[in-house]
């Protein structure tokens, strides 16, 4: 005779955990953003994580998932409002605002002197390792776009950039000279 025992229940899915405790994940997400309206939203775009999550697999612990998803984005959505109020501007009339006065001919001489000591030590680089600080640099390429352009290690990369910025180090002192 076979008992209950034999087979194990099945696993409860996300979208159903999600639906009944939907008011206890609200209340997290509400205890973290401090708006209705936001937890909210932050529910909807959890429900969406969830039901695209389902898709990969079983979980074994659904409510602790689905609390997880809802803890991340809510969190998410705070980073991104702290960050974005750090650019806003408010009560600032643009026709007060003072430009800044332009360079000095003594400041623009003495940037002018770094630049070209800059450019005397690297010119004392391998052309493969000048060409890597420009593409750095310059041109904002990641370490491993430019290993894959120069067709080498990410690690050569890495020495390349180190040695350049080893050979520049002794212009340091010439920025900050008054």
């Given at each position: ?16 955990v ?41 979980v ?24 974005e ?6 009560d ?72 350049a ?14």
């Open positions: 005779m076979l008992t209950s025992a034999t087979f194990p229940a099945p696993l409860a899915t996300l979208t159903d999600f639906m009944d405790n939907r008011a206890r994940l609200r209340r997290l997400a509400h205890g973290i953003v401090r708006s209705p309206e936001t937890a909210d939203d932050i529910l909807q775009d959890a429900w969406i994580r969830l039901s695209d999550a389902e898709r990969l697999g079983t074994q612990r659904p409510f602790c998932y689905c609390c997880q998803v809802v803890r991340n984005l809510a969190l998410d959505h705070c980073r991104r409002q702290s960050l109020s750090s650019y806003r501007c408010y600032v009339e643009v026709e007060t605002l003072e430009l800044p006065a332009a360079a000095s001919p003594h400041k623009s001489l003495q940037d002018y002197e770094v630049l070209c000591a800059i450019d005397r030590e690297l010119s004392k680089l391998p052309q493969r390792t000048q060409h890597a600080h420009e593409l750095y640099r310059i041109q904002g390429m990641t370490q491993r776009q430019i290993a894959e352009h120069l067709g080498c290690a990410l690690g050569l990369v890495n020495a390349l950039l180190g040695d910025a080893r050979a520049i180090e002794g212009c340091r002192n010439l920025m900050y000279a008054d």
